[in-house]
């Protein structure tokens, strides 16, 4: 797919603008290209129990996915430094769930760029084996649905 990268970036440092991170200092934007061109932007979001705070790759992910979103191009994500911004363990995580191949643009303060692949960021992701493994063809279409019952 073909795109404008300046796009996606400007895209990522607007959504930069809007975080909110009193703690850390640190303001990250990302924005997220789908397959169908749509773009989906994200900021990350701290909060006192920092537990509870959340990155803009994974803020961009979730508005896509909610959306109906579920086929990816591309992910830029940039911060206020001079070193590239990498995105955090939990969220190559929750990425390589939906898009191992996604194209990561890990930018700096000054749109400069180092790209990289989910799967690149992330060589052995987590991935359930088995029954376990969710039919993502399934999940489109509405929940997956449980045939053994839950043992509580």
Known sequence: MQFPVEKLIN??????????????????????????????????IENASYGLSICAERVALFKAVSNGEREFAALAVIWDDREYCAPCGACRQVLAEFA???????CNDRGDYRV???????????????????????????????TEPVER
């Open 116 to 146: 990289q692949t989910v799967a690149g960021l992330l060589p052995e992701a987590f991935q359930l084996k088995g029954e376990e493994t969710v039919d993502r063809e399934a999940s489109r279409s509405g929940p997956v649905r449980v």
């Open 100 to 106: 191992p191949d996604l194209a990561v643009y890990m």
């Open 11 to 44: 895209t990522a440092r607007a959504a930069r603008e809007k975080a909110y991170a009193p703690y850390s200092g640190f303001s990250v934007g990302a924005a997220l290209l789908t397959q169908a061109g749509r773009l989906y932007s994200g900021c990350n």
